[in-house]
């Protein structure tokens, strides 16, 4: 159920905003948008993908209200500032999208990324009491230490005020997941998220499929649990971006104008 979001444009020099980096940001955010599409992970016209603005520290991009994740181009991302105007694009930003985006950017510079989606494994995982992940699969372990929950659920996010709330419950973490609402996953790049993103849907994906079968669980131990995630964030930046540069080339196949 997205929300407009009512906005003043303000003007910028182009020129400004149309350099090759931030280009290369703007193909790589609609890839993922294209990705997650293709793999069932969008929600109608809900649901945001949003980068810091290479550069530009006070802005970032966002996709726009009324477009399915399927429709996302390069170049109809808008860039937004953190006071809700819109400086380069076309149309406004989902209501929610600008008030936990803004604030996530704002409060958590080393969150360059963030992606949040109603994804259908881990929202799934997010109405659950309790922790979401048993931590019984080793795709899971990935998250182990990077992880927090946000039990306060408050409605839809309309103001600055649940936006910096929401920020507020990151508390260092990569994911949080937000209860009776789903993930949200932050990133130091575009690849990072997308990466992050990816296989936390796979691993609430196997957690669900294996609590369907009755059968109890087997959890990790927490020292053994630790280090696997330690192992598996050790050269995760580069196995990171050669994630997005495969999903880059598959959707350059299948849906080149994604890029236009």
């Not at 993922?32 to 603005?53: D, K, P, Q, T």
């Not at 209501?95 to 950017?105: M, P, S, V």
């Not at 990935?142 to 709330?165: I, P, Q, T, W």
């Amino acid at each position: 159920m997205a929300h407009a979001f009512e906005v003043n444009a303000t003007p910028l020099d182009p020129r400004l905003l149309d350099s090759p980096v931030i280009r290369q940001a703007r193909i790589d955010l609609a890839a993922c948008f294209r990705m997650a599409a293709r793999l069932g992970m969008g929600e109608g016209i809900c649901n945001h993908f949003s980068c810091v603005v290479p550069g530009h520290d006070d802005l970032f991009l966002v996709n726009p209200y009324g477009l399915a994740f399927t429709e996302v181009t390069a170049s109809s991302l808008l860039i937004c500032d953190f006071h809700g105007r819109v400086v380069a694009g076309e149309g406004t930003p989902e209501a929610t999208a600008f008030f936990i985006h803004a604030q996530l950017h704002r409060l958590h510079p080393r969150a360059k990324t963030a992606f949040h989606t109603h994804m259908p494994n881990a929202t799934a995982l997010c109405m659950l009491e309790g922790d979401p992940f048993i931590w019984a699969g080793q795709t899971a372990l990935k998250f182990y230490d990077r992880m927090r929950v946000d039990e306060h659920y408050n409605g839809l996010a309309l103001s600055d005020a649940e936006g910096e709330r929401i920020a507020g419950a990151v508390d260092g973490a990569d994911v949080l997941m937000l209860k009776n609402h789903g993930p949200l996953v932050l990133g130091a790049s575009i690849a990072e998220a997308w990466d992050d993103l990816y296989y936390l849907e796979r691993a609430a994906e196997v957690q669900l499929k294996a609590m369907a079968s009755g059968r109890p669980l087997k959890s990790v131990p927490h020292e053994v649990a630790r280090k696997a995630c330690r192992v598996m964030l050790d050269g995760n930046a580069e196995s990171a971006r050669l994630h997005l540069e495969s999903v880059k080339r598959q959707i350059a196949r299948l849906e080149p104008d994604f890029a236009d």
